[in-house]
């Protein structure tokens, strides 16, 4: 069998409009996928340069199948089973700024090229001050905000117009933080004020929220795919078919990326905020809780616990009692997101495992659940149980008292292991404002709760507490 190579190409081989720093699965399902609806129907007329931001990647792979590869749409949308496949065109070629330096700057010189993509991870936009020009063009590792400076500097040298900003890593006003890195590097390397005034200028930095769940590579069924496609793919990547590309900025990015004219959920507004709180407090928050609670009543999946009677139920109410009605946003608008996010988390396609929503659980429950948990609070006088008991759970495991590893930062980590073990376990994770932000044992009642139900998650289990929860109300 063939791998996929330029002969399965359908669309015209469309100019450079769109550099994008990662080659990782989320982008090539999110943006990429994005630019073939739109170059399908003829909207757009333009194709991507993929610079890889490590100096390990995956653009070697691309390259062996002349940058083609398939995206896998599975899932329920709108109540409906969607299952299907497309080889995508959108990218042109590949750049790997380690070892092709020169390949890289031209990109700075191509007038066809209009925006800029971004996905590194949250990591990705950092500032180092070890990071050089130099070592740029040597090829040694910088930043993802280094590599770029140096790459709108010499567009700024070459007097040529500049670029829609466009990054879509998961950090709150992810343009702000970009454009503040950059000219960090502005000053660092003495670029001039020149340079300063063309950045601020002549660039368009947007912030966004990006929003579709990414499996990833189908490992379970990769074989059985291509016998039935008929060709090879190493870098096919499989999503569910829900997705929402949330802009703040100029309206005129609409004319730039026609991307609501070929049918995308796209959403341009001066304020993203409300859009991050919704997905935050309704997708991430119910993640948050059934990670902990679920894996200690034996569940592995999103998917089973939305599939088990009482955890779908607990899971059900977290959203529509404690949540929905203390985030200040409006309930119709708040209650349909809900009940898409129910249909995603049901979709049978994918097998999201609890673990993995674990990493970095402490950051997350104080990003995700604790505003909530707040404002819950102040509402009602009395304290979310449901969010309680993730607390508890959370505790619990943090204790070392599961068979769960640990997967968190150094610092919480090393925080946790001062107290683990100890007599006062529960009061000194609850009130350092180093996991939380602030001492938890401040607000009346929650020691007192989180401390009930932790003894009970040794004594019953997470499962009758939950069953009890839900006969409460
Ligand atoms: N997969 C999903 O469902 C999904 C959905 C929404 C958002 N996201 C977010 O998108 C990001 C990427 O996810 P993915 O599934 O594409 O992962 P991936 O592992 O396939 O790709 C990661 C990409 O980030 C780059 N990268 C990693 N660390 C970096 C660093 N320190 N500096 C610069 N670049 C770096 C890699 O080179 C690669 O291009 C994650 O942060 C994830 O939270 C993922
Ligand atoms: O990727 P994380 O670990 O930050 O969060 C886990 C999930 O909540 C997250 O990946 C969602 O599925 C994603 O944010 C959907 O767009």
């Known amino acids: 069998m063939e791998s996929l190579n330029n002969s399965f190409r359908k669309l015209p081989q469309y100019p450079n409009k769109v550099i994008q720093f990662g080659e990782g699965n989320f982008l090539r399902a ?178 966004t929220l990006v929003d579709r769940i990414v499996p990833g590579y189908p490992r379970d069924r990769a074989k059985d795919l291509e016998a039935e496609w008929g060709y090879k793919d190493q870098n096919m990547v499989k999503t569910e078919p829900f997705l929402i590309f949330v802009i703040e900025g100029n309206k005129d990015i609409e004319k730039v990326l026609p991307l609501k004219e070929a049918g995308i959920n796209l959403v341009v507004t001066d304020d993203m905020q409300p859009y991050r709180n919704r997905k935050v407090s309704i997708l991430n928050g119910p993640h948050t809780t059934m990670s902990p609670i679920g894996r200690l009543a034996g569940l592995e999946t999103v998917g089973q616990v939305m599939a088990d009677r009482d955890f779908y139920r607990f899971i059900d109410d977290e959203m529509h009692k404690e949540i929905i009605p203390v985030v200040p946003l409006p309930k119709d608008e708040l209650e349909s997101y809900a009940k898409g996010i129910q249909e995603r988390f049901e979709n049978p396609y994918v097998k999201h495992q609890l673990s993995a929503l674990a990493l970095n659980s402490i950051s997350k429950y104080r990003a995700r659940l604790l505003p909530n948990y707040k404002r819950y609070y102040e509402k009602y006088g009395k304290l979310p149980k449901r969010m309680t008991l993730a607390l508890a759970a ?77 006969a409460e109300e």
Request: proline content about 3%; glycine content about 8%; some cysteine.
């Open 30 to 207: 999110f943006i990429d996928w994005q630019i073939q609806q739109m170059n399908k129907q003829g909207l757009f007329k333009g194709g991507v340069q993929v610079v890889q931001p490590l100096p390990t990647g995956r653009v070697k792979e691309l390259d062996a199948q002349d940058d083609l590869y398939t995206v896998l749409l599975e899932g329920i949308l709108d109540g409906k089973k969607v299952q299907s496949h497309e080889i995508i065109e959108s990218i042109n070629g590949t750049v790997n700024p380690y070892t092709e330096y020169d390949k890289y700057m031209a990109l700075a010189e191509d007038d066809n090229i209009e925006v800029i993509f971004s996905n590194t991870t949250e990591a990705g936009i950092a500032f180092d001050e070890n990071d050089t020009l130099d070592k740029i063009k040597q090829g040694e590792k910088s930043s993802y905000p280094a590599k770029l400076t140096a790459l709108l500097y010499h567009r700024f040298e070459l007097g040529k117009k500049g670029f829609h900003i466009i990054p879509c890593e998961l950090i709150n006003h992810n343009g702000d933080a970009l454009k503040k890195t950059i000219l960090q590097y502005a000053d660092l390397w003495n670029l001039g004020e020149d340079f300063v005034n063309w950045i601020n200028n002549d660039n368009e930095f947007y912030s």
């Open 394 to 470: 959370y505790l619990w495991i943090y204790n070392g008292k599961s068979e769960f590893d640990i997967n968190d930062t150094a610092d919480i980590v090393a925080g946790f292991e001062k107290i683990k073990g100890t007599d006062d376990y529960i009061h000194a994770a609850l009130s350092n404002p180093d996991f939380w932000g602030k001492d938890l044992t401040k607000i009346p009642g929650l020691e007192d709760l989180v401390t009930k139900y932790y003894n009970e998650i040794g004594n019953k289990g997470t499962r009758q507490i939950v069953q009890e929860i839900n």
